[in-house]
């Protein structure tokens, strides 16, 4: 399942985190990285992200990193993966480096910036013991998606904030199940080799309460697919009909769609200036791309709460399957 949270304060910064939870591994995704965001994770769970996407690097989305990284700078075991849109491998080097480097030598840690084009991924590694000086190449990535995995997927969208912002979705593989009434039927019992069933890697015999049996043929009778969760991520964009008739089928389906709500309807006219959305219009975008759920974070703090509260209204208006997160209890 996909379980996700988002962080930070209606009228302030704010960044999305997101667990991959197969049932027997988890995988960590953080989405921006704005100020007083990461910090009431700790920095065990921030230790363990796979990787951090950054939409852009306006104040806002970036003013939290210096936490993230002094946790993560030279974390042994498994290099640390930032993505972002053009320029990200520059900018990402320059805040490196923006630090004294004297006791770096023995020091373990690998970072991979990959740099999010319009027809490619571009990547560089750089590493604490040389204390980030230098760039590696690193193999550049594939545009859609920008990242698979066995357990999920994730793709992105170039959208336009006078410059890019990238918005992500990302989609678990289909899962496997063991129909319950099947399994009944065939008259075998639970066991460990319940999960050599479902690793589709693994072939030949496989043993059942003293039966040697075949998988290709248990898994023909046994097992069904299951699309897996989804959610996506949108901020900082200008949406107009144009965009909105890009971006519905690649949103259509998704579970989840966390994107911005920066002003009012009444406000169109700003938004168009500032390169933002209104309410009106991503709760327009959800209802045509048939999205489980709209959760509108990025609040403008040019706006008292109730006018908040109003905005809200608004959009269920066309959508109603809007939210604030939850935990702003707004």
């Known amino acids: 399942m996909i379980e996700h949270s988002v962080l930070g304060r209606p009228g302030g910064d704010n ?3 997101v667990r991959v939870n197969t049932g027997q591994k988890i995988h960590r995704l953080l989405f921006d990285c704005g ?5 009431p994770l700790g920095s065990a769970e921030l230790q363990e992200v796979d990787h951090l996407f950054f939409s852009h690097f306006h104040m806002d989305h970036v003013a939290g990193f210096d936490g993230f990284f002094r946790v993560n700078f030279n974390r042994e075991g498994k290099p640390v993966h930032v993505w972002g849109p053009a320029g990200t ?10 630090f004294w480097w004297n006791l770096h030598e023995e020091q373990t840690g690998s970072w991979v910036v990959h740099e999010i084009q319009e027809d490619r991924v571009l990547a560089a590694r750089m590493e604490v013991s040389e204390a980030f000086a230098v760039r590696h ?24 904030h006078r410059g890019p912002s990238v918005a992500y979705r990302v989609d678990e593989e289909p ?11 065939s008259g075998l019992r639970p066991g460990p080799w319940i999960q050599k069933l479902k690793e589709l890697g693994v072939t030949g015999p496989v043993e059942v309460h003293g039966q040697s049996l075949d998988l290709a043929l248990l898994r023909a009778d046994l097992l069904e697919r299951s699309p897996g969760n989804s959610i996506a991520y949108l901020t900082d964009f200008r949406l107009d009909e ?23 309807r009444s406000d ?9 959305s209104t309410t009106a219009e991503v709760a327009e975008l959800a209802r045509r791309a048939g999205v489980g759920r709209l959760e509108l974070f990025h609040l403008s703090r040019r706006y008292p709460e109730f006018i908040w509260k109003d905005m809200l209204r608004e959009a269920r208006a066309i959508f109603p399957r809007t939210a604030f997160p939850p935990a702003w209890n707004l």
């Open 15 to 17: 960044a999305l985190w």
């Open 35 to 39: 100020s007083g965001c990461v910090g």
């Open 89 to 98: 491998i520059d900018l990402m080097h320059h805040r490196f480096r923006g």
């Open 137 to 160: 190449p690193a193999e550049d990535g594939e545009i859609e998606p920008i990242l698979s995995l066995p357990d999920y997927r994730v793709s992105a969208r170039l959208l336009d």
């Open 175 to 185: 899962r496997l199940n063991v129909h319950p009434e099947r399994l009944a039927a």
């Open 242 to 264: 144009d965009w909105m008739e890009r971006l519905t089928p690649w949103l259509t389906g998704c579970e989840v769609v966390i994107c911005e709500a920066q002003y009012a």
């Open 268 to 276: 169109a006219p700003l938004a168009v200036q500032h390169h933002h």
